[in-house]
């Protein structure tokens, strides 16, 4: 996992979300008092930085190919995208805003052309300097690998990854999700592994491109939405869409420190690559029926131990989430994952699968959007509860 963050801080520090800051209050960046990075001094420490660090050849490849694939995405971003007050001057709606006095230089096509060229300068700066560090760098981070096994750039006909985007772009059921699984692997151990193990770089590298769909103004209106619904900052740690981490000293941070990560996945697309972590979870129960270890006494006993309860999985899961959100806060756990953990390995509703239990990933998304069947029959009862706790005073 170390490789895959210092990968995403490698990409963040060279190809910055914002190239240009307006000194005005309405500049989100200006009134925060973030300063602009600078490529000068950014590049050659992340190339510094790579060129000591003592990466394994799989994660040099995958480093670079993350790398190029970020690359792209910034160089396709609209130019007015690097800006927070640009940016909103492109939004369908701009036209229609009472713009305050100090904004009217936004109207002003004269300032934006101006401020496209400073941004297309500044981008294009960046971009020859990452074709420079690249070029040098795949020679001497590459150094100890031989000739025949030079990067290569990502193909972008990659068999397995056209699969996976079209399971992304379409609803499927388990049973077709299971018959890809089937046809790729004949359901060999070893080639299961081989499957997921893909998924999960496939899953890793998709997501950081799909979280640049976002800007930084976006993730905080989408945290402010929830915090205005009465979710305080402890909340908002205990739901998981924020974290607090310790760094890994990458780049000038303070090892240890604990810095804030913002699950983008679960605050803005969580349904997103559902059907891949359901492809994840097929591959697992296959691979659980071929180790020896996990079909003893021990697995029979287990799903006896199972409370069997005569609620459909989307009943169970609103109960369990109506709970979750009283406050004070009744459960002690750290995320919101944990509490799904529990339900799958503790819990049997009446349609579950006894072997393959709850998918959590299916708790996940019922967790963010409650079943309307199940809301009205929670409804209901909660109803005849209160009168009979009424009865009880």
Known sequence: MEIKEKARTYANRLFPSILWIIESNYDFQ??????????????????????????THPQKTFLFELLD???????????YDFNSLTARVYQENFKTMTIPEELKFLTSKEFLTATENIIEEKRNKIAEMYQQMRTELIDEVFADVEPTQDIEEPDDSNRLYNI??????????????????????????????????????YAFSEKDDYECNYSFEQVEEALESLRKRGHSEED???????????????LGDKKGELI?????????????????????????????KHDKEQVGENNISQKSDKLKVNLSVPQLALLFKMINDLKPTVFNVKSEAELHRF????????????????SENKLRILFNQSDSKAIEFWEKHLRTMLAEIKKLK
């Open 30 to 55: 200006y009134g925060k008092g973030i300063k602009l990075s600078n490529p000068n001094e950014v590049f050659p420490n992340v190339r510094l930085d790579m060129v000591f660090e003592s990466f």
């Open 260 to 288: 804030t990560y913002i699950d983008k996945e679960k605050l803005l697309f969580p349904f997103e690559f559902y059907s891949i972590y359901e492809m994840q979870g097929i591959i697992k129960s296959e691979l659980a």
């Open 69 to 79: 694939k970020r690359f792209e995405v910034f160089m396709k971003r609209n130019w």
């Open 343 to 358: 339900i799958s390995a503790n819990f049997q509703t009446k349609s579950s699968d006894p072997d393959k239990g709850i």
């Open 164 to 201: 996976l985007d079209e399971v992304r772009r379409k609803d499927h059921t388990k049973l077709e999700l299971y018959t890809i699984i089937k046809k790729e692997t004949e359901l060999d151990p070893i080639a299961l592994q081989y499957l997921y193990k893909d998924i999960e770089i």
């Open 236 to 250: 908002l740690i205990r739901l998981g869409y924020i974290k607090k981490i310790p760094s890994l000293g990458v």
